[in-house]
């Protein structure tokens, strides 16, 4: 449970704005998790893309568009991974941008955990407390106990009454037109490849690293990994799905070490969508949102501790451009912009050498 804070608010505009099927929707979701879970063993995130996810949602596209989409976020990452271009530009990415992208991704969740809390101070100040102290606990894990007070107060609130009894809901096979492949490519899906490349591929590898000495999953599995699962999941009412820094640190900091937390995950969520999907948007509305906030907090602090190991001037001069320029315009330039800092430092210092 420990990423559903940067799932759920994107999950409830899915289905209630875009019109997805529940259903399929979390089917897809369920079987991603436990398929990543039992191959990398690792809690390998599953996440939606979020410039896909925010344009679906605020343009309204019907759910044609959104499994378009998907296949094209498919075939790109298939491509990517197959050639090795993936490879060749985490080559080139040099350490302080992959520091600054996963720094900028933890100030824009604290800033949004932030306008979370602030809808209840005291239930996100309380939450945040419980997730600190309750952080190594492996008899109540700051994650589980946080959602059931949140279950608790919908309880006390009477908001459980007004949900509809459960019920068996089989997801159907969905389908879109192939102008609808350009079309989302073109509204957010090459927007969507440089926050893709830096977050879901770079970062989560480099961040496997921190966490995982030991282990090693490269951008290239990960890309393909990427296209497979966006080139199936369309056909069942899936989203546009990928990984990312910030639903790693949030399973690692709430305590998930292995793949286990992916296939418990994946068995909820196929539970959900089998069985509640009728009342699930309403469920997911109705929880309330500082706990959400709080957890999101807690996971920003913990990707912005990441900077801890850049060292020098002109690495932490490409650190703060690219967390600076990634929070006010976007993360695609702010990783250009890291890029680009990094090696006219570099390019000025060989001048320099060359000189003397």
Same mark, same amino acid.
């Given at each position: ?22 259903? /399929? ?47 094209? @976020? ?12 993936? /490879? ?31 809808? !209840? !101070? ?24 946080? %959602?059931?007070?949140?279950?608790? %107060? ?34 957010? /899906? ?140 976007? @993360? ?25």
């Amino acid at each position: 449970m420990g990423d559903f804070g940067t799932l759920l608010p994107l999950a409830i505009g899915y289905i209630v704005i875009c019109g997805l099927n529940p259903a /399929g929707f979390l089917l897809m979701m369920g079987l991603a998790n436990i398929g990543t879970g039992l191959f990398y063993r690792l809690p390998m995130p599953i996440e939606p893309m979020k410039v896909l996810a925010v344009v679906a949602i605020a343009q309204h596209w019907s759910p044609s568009m959104v499994y378009a989409s998907a296949f094209s @976020m498919g075939v790109v990452w298939l491509i990517f991974g197959l050639t090795g271009v993936m /490879g060749w530009i985490a080559g080139v990415t040099p350490h302080a941008v992959v520091r600054g992208i996963q720094v900028a991704l933890g100030v824009v969740l604290a800033l949004k955990a932030f306008d979370m809390i602030s809808t !209840w !101070w005291a239930v996100g100040a309380v939450s945040v407390v419980l997730a600190l102290a309750l952080r190594r606990n492996r008899y109540a894990p700051g994650a589980i106990v946080l %959602i059931v007070l949140g279950v608790l %107060i919908m309880c006390a609130r009477g908001q459980l009454r007004e949900i509809p009894a459960p019920g068996l809901h089989l997801p159907s096979l969905t389908s879109f037109r192939a102008d609808e492949v350009w079309q989302a490519l073109l509204l957010a /899906g090459f927007a969507q490849i440089p926050l893709t490349a830096t977050n879901a591929v770079i970062s989560t590898s480099s961040l496997i690293k921190t966490y995982w000495p030991q282990r090693t999953v490269t951008e290239r599995q990960l890309s393909l990994n990427t296209g497979i699962m966006n080139l199936v999941v369309p056909f069942f009412g899936g989203m546009p799905m990928c990984h990312g820094a910030g639903g790693l640190a949030g399973q690692y900091y709430f305590g998930a070490r292995t793949g286990g937390a992916n296939i418990i995950e994946g068995l909820i969520e196929i539970f959900f969508g089998l069985f509640l999907a009728a009342s699930l948007a309403q469920v997911l509305g109705a929880f309330p949102g500082a706990i959400i906030g709080a957890m999101l907090f807690l996971v920003g602090v913990e990707l912005a501790k990441l900077a801890t190991d850049v060292r020098g001037k002109v690495d932490l001069a490409v650190l703060c451009v690219t967390v600076v320029v990634s929070v006010v315009v976007n @993360m695609a330039l702010g990783f250009v912009a890291g890029v680009a800092v990094h090696y006219l430092a570099a390019w000025s210092q060989r001048r320099l050498v060359a000189t003397e």
